[in-house]
């Protein structure tokens, strides 16, 4: 199995990893909540959905709790990642689809996904406008891309990919708004 960390700056791995996968489990649960909610009220019914820059996976619970009927896949960059999300997702009734993989060269079929997700991972990423047009590439026609992340991520990458329309911004008032401000961006696959 290939490693998908070491040559990437924005994997986060090793104790690292750990760190974030204690602080998310136990710290962040009302911060996940609220955008598991919000993500839960607009995807449409038995959605394939994708969560690139997973991490430990707890949206990725969450929404399965509140929408067993989506078809939930997760990938992320660090293979130390993807192993605290499989922990953290043992036990769902329908186990998702978690791969280590970059959001920048997805394994996936075109038109694959209904909705891609992405919860503050994007100012992560090496490439931002490669890993925007292949979220352009897996989304069918019409799918939809919802992303979260710091006010100053590299949203532009979002902007400037023509596979993408209808991009809208909004701030992000989240129960932890006094220590982020935070950006949700709205797209629809053309
Ligand atoms: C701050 S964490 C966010 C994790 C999770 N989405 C959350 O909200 O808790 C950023 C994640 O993006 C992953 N990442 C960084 N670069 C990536 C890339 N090119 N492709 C996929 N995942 C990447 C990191 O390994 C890390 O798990």
Known sequence: ??????????????????????????????????????????APRDAAVLDAGTGPGILLRKLSRARPDLELTGIDIADDMIAHARHNLAGLATAPDLRAADVADLPFDDDRFDLVVSTFSTHHWDDPEAGAAEIARVLRSGGRLRIYDFRDAPFDAVLGQPGLTDIRTTPFRSVWSWFTKATRLDATAA
């Open 1 to 42: 199995m290939p490693r998908h960390t070491h040559e990437h700056e924005g994997a986060i791995e090793g104790r690292e990893s750990d760190h974030y996968d204690t602080i998310a489990r136990l710290f962040a649960k009302p911060f996940y909540s609220r955008m598991a909610r919000e993500i839960a009220a607009f």
